[in-house]
């Protein structure tokens, strides 16, 4: 039986006709919205190579099915940077050397958005090490990945007492 | 991945009707059942899609102490609840301490609790296991068992149940609210669980189509609070299943034990809790030696299941740990690892 969909993907509303209940969300992005920046890894949930936004939290798209998200708001790393402007996540990554393939990084950013909305790790280098546990990089830039997010946090909380003095 | 029906339910009530039939699964969070149905393990015929139940989502103190904690609040959510972790800090710390931050952030409370009770050769779907293909025998038995179970299991079996939440939920006497075709009804989540015994495939006793609603901690829980912990061993220290893990949680009176919960994790087909031990602590001083008894106490009756006989012992020295950090009182904060022997806790004893 087909179900029709309808999802809300970096601002762009899609309807989507699916013909498989199978179908996960990750597999929905590449196969279907052609957005290949969501990596397919493992695709058992425990790389991370494919963490979205799902309504504002982060997920693994790997580990759910599309069928069950009508309605949802996703985004993707596709959507990150803002009218040609990179998101501070993603300069600093590119700042610190966290990467080396890059295979991971549109994981590694989407969580370590994910991660800085969740206001849990603040400027612990230890919090975010056990926070971002859940993507793995197999190059091993956990030290440049750990050094750019306490990098944007620190930013962005300057921006924010700026914007709050102002 | 086999094909199925899908079925979005608008409430418990036909939730309930359209999963009443043989093959029928609910899916929530979908952390686990996804992952098994990708490995062909589990093989559903139709699944019923319960998160757009608005009634199960709440979390909700209750007017004689009880704390409900609705079957699709998310394991993150409820952790980061600070209410929820002020009342029961030893409960936050062990989902803080399960998975990754994306699994947190999808799996539920009730989908924590009917995560299956697995091993390697469970999710190998080309050897024999009898909770996959009943009778066909169990192929873990003389294979690589480092991490199998040491309390309760049977030649048939000797999985564990994986979850880190469980294990403080069964130690405070956490009740499962369910309903079913033949109305509600509520057990104890220790006893929701079967032991393997000759039918391994059988892991609950919830019947088809019956529907975890709710978990509900008694109004008795939270006198814990002041002296409770979740301690647990694994090969790295974040995202990886415990070796063994133990809850502990104390009340005292006039510096004695008044009153102690033990549990342990990773160790059995269940949520393991460790009434004997919590009977040799009643009226004793929190001593290492004392603990150590309770200890003992706790691990009667264990033995290996393959090559993992070091698990008793170490059972007992998690135990006596988990009992010295929660003596000392419980943290202000989780610390930045959750539930980590490495961390630096004020008031750390080792063991």
Redesign the interface.
Known sequence: ?A?TLHVNVNNTLHRITLD???V?LLDLLRERLHLTGTKKGC???QC?AC?ILLNG????A????A??HDGADILTIEGVAQNGELHKLQAAFIEHDALQCGFCTPGQIM?AI??LQ?A?AGD?P??V???????ICRCGAYAGITAAILDAHAQLQQQRQKAAAA | ?N????T?AASIDEAVAAAGAPGAIY?A???NL??LM?GGIVRPNR?V?I?RIPELTETKALPDGSFRIGALVRN?DLA?DHEFARNYPAVAEALLAG?????R??ATAAGNIMQRTRCPYFYDAAGACNKRDPGAGCEARGGATRLHAILGWSEHCIATHPSDFCVPLVALGAIVEITGAQGRREIALEALYLPPGETPEHETVLAQGELITALRLPPHAEHFAAHSRYIKLRDR???AFAIVSAAAALRFEGGMVAEARVALGGVAAKPWRAHAAEKHLLGSQPTAEHFRQAAEAALQGAKPSGDNAYKIELSRRIIVRALMLAAAGTQPRTA???ASVFGVHSGAIHA
Do not use: W
């Open positions: 039986m179900h498989d209940e199978r996960t695709d058992r949930g991370g963490t939290r982060r997920v693994n790997c580990l759910t099915l069928i069950a969580s994910g991660m969740e849990q612990d230890e919090r090490r056990e926070a971002m546990s859940g993507n | 991945m094909r199925f029906d899908y979005r899916l969070g979908g952390t996804l992952d990708k699944l899609d998160t993150a980061h998975a990754s931050a994306q699994l952030n999808a220290t974040s995202y930045a690892l959750p």
